[in-house]
């Protein structure tokens, strides 16, 4: 293998799009992992939450936008976007750019000051003298302790969980309030399961009230990428802004613009439908007969046959299993995040952070599709 690749650790959304970048550039770039894993992984009948302009995968041209994908497969425009066409459309634009993703997973990664060495899973190895680590969210789905012992018959957390109809006839708590929490508790419900939901807080709906109310100046309220609610959405909209930010405001901004809730279409299929139990959280959780005693801080016990965990990511660095020890300790981190240059370039040179962990420096656009935009390019140019 020559020195001059550059290895893409992921084929989700930011893998692919970044790669679609570099290879438009001319760069040789190999890219592991499997298409589109986590969402492959969601159950059919789940709907995005993102909005239509917020959905596109950056690829080098504008041709490979969502809208061209519909357009050219004669594909009607959906909202909310099914997972099957979104998926699709991802599908597409991999064949499109990147067809020749190597579908194995890194194992290791080490650098030696020069350049990468990348273990795989299946023995080979990979030099490199530059990776971008776009491997998502996977690795940190959280669990909390109560929950970190019970065998995975009475709990899990929703991203282990494809197939909701097995829980037809049984009763399910979900936790949690944010879009996943309630868009799983609805199809638990609507599979057939009886459903609780606990939430630590209130439930929320994002209404989006002006979007609907103020017609074409809508715009002026809800920039295309659509993370947070009017006003700091703009403030999020410009990564490149963003990052110039001090912490007592990137905090506090970050926070609001990713606050659990869930989307307007959502709220006929959970409110009515399903108990909710909100302000109220689960102390233990002890295997008894056939299913679990939950315990919650409200004093009351719930005896259920599942317990499905909406509890969200909590990312970090140190948590990627296949960075090696030492490179670890040269990545410059601020909570759990590491500290990226304006090229999304970690303090090790050559080290690019792409999605949720670009997060601490760029803002909450990096969660989610549309953060692709202003990161793939920007990686790509340098
Ligand atoms: C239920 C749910 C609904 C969501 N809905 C929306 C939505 O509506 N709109 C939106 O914008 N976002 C949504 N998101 C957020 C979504 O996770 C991100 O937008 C997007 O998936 C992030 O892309 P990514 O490429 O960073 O990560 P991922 O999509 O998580 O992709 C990670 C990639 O890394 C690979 N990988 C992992 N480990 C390794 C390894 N060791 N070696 C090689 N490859 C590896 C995986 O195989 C995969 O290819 C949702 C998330 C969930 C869980």
Known sequence: MKQDTTVVIGAGPYGLSVASHLKARGVQTLVFGKTMELWKKMPSGLCLKSIWTASSISGPKAEFSIDRYIALHKIPRQEPIPL???LDYALWFQQQTVPDVDQTYVQALASDGRGFHLELADGRSVKANKVVLASGIGTFAYVPEYARDLPATLAGHTSTHTDLSVFKGRKVVVIGNGQSALEYAALLNEAGASVELIARGEVRWHTRVLYDRTGPARHIFYPPGDVGPPGINWVVAFPGFYR???DRIKSPVH???VLPGGAKWLRPRVEGQLQITEKAQIVKATP????LCLELDNGTTREVDYLML???YQPGVQ???YI????LSKIQQRNGYPVLDKSYEASVPGMYFAGILAGYTFGPTCRFVSGTKALASRIARN
Request: hydrophobic share 30%.
């Open 255 to 257: 926070r609001r613009a």
């Open 319 to 321: 948590k990627l299993p």
């Open 244 to 246: 110039h930010l001090p």
């Open 84 to 86: 099957s066409m979104f």
């Open 310 to 312: 909406g509890t969200g």
């Open 288 to 291: 008894q007969g056939q299913g």
């Open 324 to 327: 090696d020890a030492s490179l």
